[in-house]
């Protein structure tokens, strides 16, 4: 595995991993949350500092929302591939030394 990663490769694989078919489809939604959230304000003649408050906090909540559920859902696989992994070692059938590596 490679470790010495430089910068600009890193840029350059965000930028791929960005324009993915994973990862693409979630912007236009991300934005209609964020601009929903922004129209609400400025029909109120709020205050621009509240307003970009505003928008900071429906964005942080957005990432906190989207992370709390890839790392559920990411720790639950490393738990599932765990229990596996433990009852196949104590297993001595050869089905599943042959299935589970």
Known sequence: MIHDVS?????????VSFLSPCVLPLVP????YL?????????NDEAVSSSKR???ISAAMFVLGFSTVFVALGASASLI??????????????????FSG
Request: negative net charge; aromatic residues 6%.
């Open 7 to 15: 910068i600009p490769a890193a840029l350059i694989a965000g930028l």
């Open 29 to 32: 939604p991300y934005l209609i």
């Open 81 to 98: 591939g765990a229990l596996i992994h433990a009852w196949s070692a104590s297993s001595s059938s050869s089905w599943a030394c042959t």
């Open 54 to 56: 505003a928008v900071m």
């Open 35 to 43: 601009t929903g959230a922004t129209i609400e304000h400025v029909a």
